[in-house]
């Protein structure tokens, strides 16, 4: 059991540009999520797979978002045309398909808008 | 979601026990109470959850209040690695298939001192 991972650990970025995160799970784990964190609060879900379907979407995923996990194993987020309140902690998590099994997070990518 | 009421801080000198308490009045039957923990620059970390009963592993202790209205998350000797946000969250139970999100609040941040 490796964790998960994300990458990259940190990214620096101009506002306007785009960027990509990836998330490895747990493997076998057929669920995946992600989380958004700002300073001094909990982390927010943004959206949840299951295998490879994307089951749900919270409304702070705006459509400068997208989240991806084509083969039901690792998952990339991206955002689009990037600003300066999109700054936070990405943050992704995973679980078995068991009910009522605890998530399993990375550390997350850190994202700062310039 | 169902919302949870924590302290915003706690102090503990090492190799105290620490509880940390948490409120839930509007907790519904079928809600599991979960604790995570964030130390700094890391992401989540499972710490325990139970229904109705006590639960013990070897991170914590759960205490739930036979109302299950409250609950304290017990830390029997408290380390100065154990310096984190502590989340206590309502998660619904996952019984119908359907996996749950975590909704995250902003925690008690525990200090812990020599």
């Known amino acids: 059991d490796t964790g998960v991972s994300q990458n990259p650990r940190h990214k620096i970025t101009k506002r306007g540009q785009n960027v990509t995160f990836r998330c490895d799970p747990i493997s076998e784990h057929n669920r995946l999520y992600w989380y958004r964190q700002t300073l001094g609060q909990g982390p927010e879900f943004l959206t949840y797979f299951q295998n490879e379907a994307q089951l749900e979407k919270s409304r702070l995923l705006s459509d400068r978002f997208s989240a991806e996990r084509p083969k039901g ?4 987020l991206e955002i689009q045309r990037t600003e300066q309140g999109d700054s936070a902690m990405y943050l992704c998590a995973s679980s078995s398909g068991v009910i009522n099994q605890p998530q399993h997070f990375g550390d997350g990518t850190r994202l700062s808008i310039l | 979601d ?21 409120n839930h009045s509007t907790i519904s039957g079928t809600d599991y109470i979960h604790w995570y923990r964030q130390l700094p620059s890391q992401g989540p970390e499972y710490v325990i959850h139970g229904l109705t009963s006590n639960v013990n592993n070897r991170m914590a202790s759960l205490a739930i209040a036979e109302d299950r209205k409250s609950s304290t ?33 902003t925690g008690t941040r525990l200090q812990v001192t020599l």
Not at chain 2, 5 to 10: A, D, E, R
């Open chain 2, 2 to 22: 169902a919302k949870t009421t924590q302290p915003n801080s706690m102090e503990s000198n090492e190799e105290e026990p620490v509880h940390l308490p948490c």
């Open chain 1, 73 to 76: 194993s690792f998952s990339t």
């Open chain 2, 73 to 105: 998350l017990i830390l029997h000797r408290a380390t100065l690695r154990d310096a984190a946000v502590y989340y206590c969250i309502l998660r619904a139970s996952e019984n119908t298939g359907t996996a749950s999100k975590l909704t995250f609040g």
